[in-house]
């Protein structure tokens, strides 16, 4: 029940799938201050055709909420997002995180990313960081933020001399422009909170969340 940044106990072994990007074409990014809301929440993404969710660690609420889906929405993949640092590797993994992402690296960071054993997404924002991680023999990657950095235009430059690299872009992106990054060469999935509306979470209306839900999962075809 501690915060975020708390130290964990050793980690507890749990499935992981082999990649993160083949999931879905839309990864739920949630942020949930009240991990009550974390079970209904993920059946409804998960009945919406969204299995993969990835629960942010940016509030108080985040592990608990983590370890309720893992516990209680076994059809759901349920990871980590917002890790920072090698404490939160490990609470995540041991609240039942299935896959971790990092809006960006550092070394230690990606030695922990590395030694937990679950796939990950270190964020990437540039060309250099992209041939770092290439070259730490890394190709899947977060683009964030995506649109900020330079949306499709940008992914679009990397694909031809850095064709290794896969991106999950996220960061302002939405229902609109989702396509356009789903229909890059280098992109397998985008991250989004577009079908999280905040007035939908408040009043629990697990229901729109579904319906939204079923229409990003469409996007993929």
């Known amino acids: 029940m ?3 940044t708390d130290a964990a106990p050793a980690s507890v072994p749990c499935p992981a799938p082999p990649s993160v990007l083949g999931l879905a074409p839309v990864l739920p990014v949630v942020v949930l201050q009240d991990a009550a809301d974390a079970v209904p929440l993920a059946r409804a993404l998960v009945a919406g055709g969204l299995p ?7 509030t108080p609420a985040a592990l608990d909420a983590l370890r309720a889906v893992a516990d209680e929405v076994p059809e759901a993949v349920v990871g980590a997002g917002t890790v920072l640092d090698p404490g939160q590797v490990a609470a995540a993994r041991a609240a039942g995180a299935r896959f971790l992402v990092s809006p960006g690296w550092s070394p230690r960071l990606l030695g922990a990313l590395r030694d937990c054993g679950l796939p990950f997404l270190p964020g990437v ?13 890394v190709t899947e990657m977060k683009f964030f933020p995506a649109e900020a950095a330079g949306g ?5 430059s990397l694909a031809a001399p850095l064709p ?22 280098n992109v397998d999935c985008v991250g989004g909170t577009w079908m999280l509306p905040g007035d939908a979470l408040a009043a629990k209306d697990w229901a729109r969340i579904e319906a939204l839900a079923r229409q990003a999962a469409a996007l993929g075809g």
């Open 2 to 4: 501690g915060g975020v």
């Open 52 to 58: 993969a969710i990835e629960v942010t660690l940016r």
């Open 125 to 137: 924002s540039t060309a250099s960081e992209v041939v770092t991680l290439l070259d730490e023999g």
């Open 152 to 156: 499709t235009g940008y992914l679009k």
């Open 164 to 185: 290794r690299a896969r991106f999950c872009p996220t960061g302002g992106i939405g229902l609109a422009s989702a396509p356009s990054y789903l229909a890059l060469p």
